[in-house]
T-cell receptor, first 116, second 112 residues
């Protein structure tokens, strides 16, 4: 079974631009969660989508948004990029997601975003 | 709010020595606890998870962790370190609000 895939793997943008990242979960998984990883803040939860609905949300500004399609693929969008948005963005898929008790999250390799 | 604390951002051990990575959690209810490993330029890989079925949890690559409620700890151990164990290790707790909270990570260096 194929793992979680994320595209692109690397991105370079300038301040003020917007960016869209994509995540394809493991086949059969309906939950996709997004995380931001930076050296200073570590791993921080952005949001979780389950069956096309945002089910959980972390403490990030509205510039960070996402969506999930009927095939469970998810996109994350960041508008009006700031230098501080430079990070590794990870997505994780799970069959039942964060409401699924011991349900395990499987992570993709991440998208490395650099904002200049 | 629930959280995890990983003591020691960097740990160095000699090849063949015991690996001990510390994790303490704060939770008012029995939590769901996880250990993940991250190799350079890769995502996180699940090592093991606490399911409340047993306090000693065995994971992949020879790692195990023991859940100690009295100490609110979930330390990760491996009897004999291998060079391939060098990586970043994260402890995580799943909150009652269904969010994952990760520790700040421990970078493990294995000295030949």
């Amino acid at each position: 079974k194929a793992g979680v895939t994320q595209t692109p793997r690397y991105l370079i943008k300038t301040r003020g631009q917007q960016v869209t990242l994509s995540c394809s979960p493991i086949s059969g998984h309906r939950s996709v969660s997004w995380y931001q990883q930076t050296p200073g803040q570590g791993l921080q939860f952005l949001f979780e989508y389950f069956s096309e609905t945002q089910r959980n949300k972390g403490n990030f500004p509205g510039r960070f948004s996402g969506r999930q399609f009927s095939n469970s693929r998810s996109e994350m969008n960041v508008s009006t990029l700031e230098l501080g948005d430079s990070a590794l963005y990870l997505c994780a898929s799970a069959s039942r997601g964060l409401a699924g008790g011991q349900d395990t999250q499987y992570f993709g390799p991440g998208t490395r975003l650099t904002v200049l | 709010a629930q959280s995890v604390t990983q003591l020691g951002s960097h740990v160095s051990v000699s090849e063949g020595a015991l690996v001990l990575l510390r994790c303490n959690y704060s939770s008012s209810v029995p939590p769901y606890l996880f250990w993940y490993v991250q190799y350079p330029n890769q995502g996180l890989q699940l090592l093991l998870k606490y399911t409340s079925a047993a306090t000693l949890v065995k994971g992949i690559n020879g790692f195990e962790a023991e859940f100690k409620k009295s100490e609110t700890s979930f330390h990760l151990t491996k009897p004999s370190a291998h060079m391939s164990d060098a990586a970043e290790y994260f402890c995580a707790v799943r909150s009652t609000g269904n969010q994952f909270y990760f520790g700040t990570g421990t970078s493990l260096t294995v000295i030949p």
